[in-house]
């Protein structure tokens, strides 16, 4: 079992810069992949970015390519979202997300298998 608590949430300007943490516990963190998604109300779940287990592969939304970078200390059992020149519309409850080990599904929400409690961002215009 994975146990996720994502931190760094808040209330950011349109433009501005934000950074997203989600530290894991209870399973050898570098034999998974990290997902990042997100909901806005009134939307379904939304795929954000995804890192490997080696972070060797990264994948992005096109929504947020150029804009967001996903990383990971493998040492810290920690994986990063760094949100720059965010928009109204990145404001959504952002979530992590473990994959199976060693499994590729990276863009695909069904295929997680454990999940952080949320954190809320907000952008104002």
């Known amino acids: 079992q994975v146990q996720l608590v994502e931190s760094g949430g808040g209330l950011v300007q349109a433009g501005g810069s934000l950074r997203l943490s989600c530290a894991a516990s209870?399973?050898?963190?570098?034999?998974?992949?990290m997902g990042w998604f997100r909901q806005a109300p009134g939307k379904e779940r939304e795929f954000v970015t995804a890192i490997s287990w080696s972070a060797g592969n990264t994948f992005y939304a096109d929504s947020v390519k150029g804009r967001f970078t996903i990383s990971r200390d493998n040492a810290k059992s920690t994986v990063y979202l760094q949100m720059n020149s965010v928009k109204p519309e990145d404001t959504a409850v952002y979530y992590c997300a473990s994959l199976p080990s060693y499994s590729r599904d990276f863009y695909y929400a069904s295929a997680y298998e454990y999940w952080g409690q949320g954190t809320q961002v907000t952008v104002s215009s």
């Open positions: 209870g399973r050898t963190f570098n034999s998974y992949g």
